[in-house]
């Protein structure tokens, strides 16, 4: 289905796209150039994991963070790789490292969260 285009759309999308690492919603409201509420980001950012434009990485502590990844080679599977969490500056970042697992037979695994937490390179 055809979404509507919208200025509030677009404004989150180009955010999220000039982005190098994972935002969160408090980040993204701040750096909007224009004045959204907070409900309106929220939908705007699930619909986008939705229609498979982003994805959301929970981190350990619960915090939502949305993500464009530039990273992956293959946008099929735009869940399955791994994120990095630097415990210095709090950023999120994809990385390309394809998540390996087995699961017992019978399972059937519908989305992974990968999160590894320490320094980031431009901490280190």
Do not use: W
Not at 97 to 118: A, D, F, K, M, W
């Amino acid at each position: 289905m055809k979404r509507r285009n919208t200025p509030t759309k677009e404004a989150v999308l180009n955010l999220l796209s000039a982005s190098k690492k994972a935002l969160s919603q408090d980040a993204i409201e701040k750096q909007l150039d224009i004045k959204i509420n907070r409900a309106t980001i929220y939908r705007v950012l699930n619909r986008f994991c939705e229609d498979e434009i982003i994805h959301k990485i929970v981190a350990e502590d619960g915090k939502q963070y949305f993500a464009i990844c530039k990273k992956c080679e293959q946008p099929e599977t735009i869940q399955d790789h791994f994120h990095f969490r630097c415990l210095s500056c709090d950023s999120i970042e994809c990385l390309q490292i394809p998540v390996r697992y087995s699961v017992p037979e019978n399972y059937v695994v519908q989305q992974t969260n990968c999160i590894l937490t320490g320094i980031c390179s431009d901490c280190n």
